[in-house]
T-cell receptor, first 112, second 111 residues
């Protein structure tokens, strides 16, 4: 059963702690993306990766970091430098030359 | 800089009604436009993708149109059902690998 998995579904952290969100895909897609969604706003791109061992900053990369050591995995770390980390985080992937992105179920992060 | 706007932000209609959701974008140099559905607390599900060379796409009760020159797209939902209640987002892909999303229209279909 192909798809994108994100874990955990809900995550709670204290302010000042780093936290890593998982994103795994078994679709054999080359490109992977991380978006942030806040109430009443569109999705905003955090980081994207077109190929293993390479990634690019999106529009709101400050306070976040990623790695792409394997094709199927693209974890996102929310660092203590991110001033307002509470949000819904969505991971997506697509084939290199295709147009359509496929999304995971999301992780809701709450930092208090 | 590309901006995507969706109007209205929320819409409530009785079951069976036909409805139109609107999406506008500021830069007409796009490769494609995509409509998504999002249920509360869930990820996005792709509904329709229109290439820049196309005028419309249809899937079941859904029809999406694209007018690049005016920077507009509409999503037409025929004979709405309570199960259509969700947030609908449009997204445009321009140069590079970036996709710009609208804030969405929250639809509620009353039984």
């Amino acid at each position: 059963d192909g798809g994108i998995t994100q874990s955990p579904k809900y995550l709670f952290r204290k302010e000042g702690q780093n936290v890593t969100l998982s994103c795994e895909q078994n679709l054999n897609h080359d490109a992977m993306y991380w978006y942030r969604q806040d109430p009443g706003q569109g999705l905003r791109l955090i980081y994207y990766s077109q190929i293993v061992n390479d990634f690019q900053k999106g529009d709101i990369a400050e306070g976040y970091s990623v790695s792409r050591e394997k094709k199927e995995s693209f974890p996102l770390t929310v660092t203590s430098a991110q001033k307002n980390p509470t949000a819904f985080y969505l991971c997506a992937s697509k084939e290199a030359l295709a147009n359509e992105q496929y999304f995971g179920p999301g992780t809701r992060l709450t930092v208090t | 800089k590309q901006e995507v706007t969706q109007i209205p932000a929320a819409l409530s209609v009785p079951e069976g009604e036909n409805l139109v959701l609107n999406c506008s974008f500021t830069d007409s140099a796009i490769y494609n436009l995509q409509w998504f559905r999002q249920d509360p607390g869930k990820g996005l599900t792709s509904l329709l993708l229109i290439q820049s060379s196309q005028r419309e796409q249809t899937s079941g009760r859904l029809n999406a149109s694209l007018d690049k020159s005016s920077g507009r797209s509409t999503l037409y939902i025929a004979a709405s059902q309570p199960g259509d209640s969700a947030t609908y987002l449009c997204a445009v892909q321009g140069g590079g690998f970036k996709t710009i999303f609208g804030a969405g229209t929250r639809l509620f279909v009353k039984a």
